[in-house]
């Protein structure tokens, strides 16, 4: 009988404690929404586009993707011509060799609204394919060769089909593109880069 009691409490305790848990459930607040994590990149809709090298210098045969933004008949690929200008619907000629692209991009922005063709214009200009390079010389394949960035002199060679065996791979000529002189560069250590538009020479070394 005793032992029957005791169960009876028990359960009694129990039975409680369930409720009181079940009471104050109910009148605990509803969870905070969750917040995106801030540090998490937003997702887009477009790949982003990679910044272009703001010391890069346009000449011709680069080719230019211009974008004015709600102006489809605008928006195009254009080339710079061996007279170093882009020539642009109704604006015509904007000149673009030795320019940046920043500042390319400000003269033709400028264009658009100081020739009163379009309100407060907005116009993005990017690099789609670079002057080639050239390199002659003691390597297997002389010859023109699309430049693709970043490139130094020992991956020029490697397109043009490396070094031959006559080559001297200490000392290279080069000349920049809208130079009339050659630099002499040293390998050994140092692979310098070449830019859009170079001429490289690579000469027979003497035994």
Known sequence: MVSLLRFGAVAALALSATLFSQAAAAQAPPPAPAVA??????????AAIPPQDGNYRLGPGDKLHIIVFGEDDLTGDYTVSDQGDVSLPLIGVVH???????YFTRQVTDSFSKGGYLTNPHVAV???TYRPFYILGEVNKPGEYPYSPPMTIMDAAATAGGFTYRANQHHIMIRHAGETTEHSVELRGNDAPVAPGDTIRVLERYF
């Open 96 to 102: 673009a060799t030795g320019e940046s692209v920043d």
């Open 37 to 46: 994590d801030a540090t998490m990149p937003a997702q887009a809709g477009h």
């Open 126 to 128: 990017g690099v789609l």
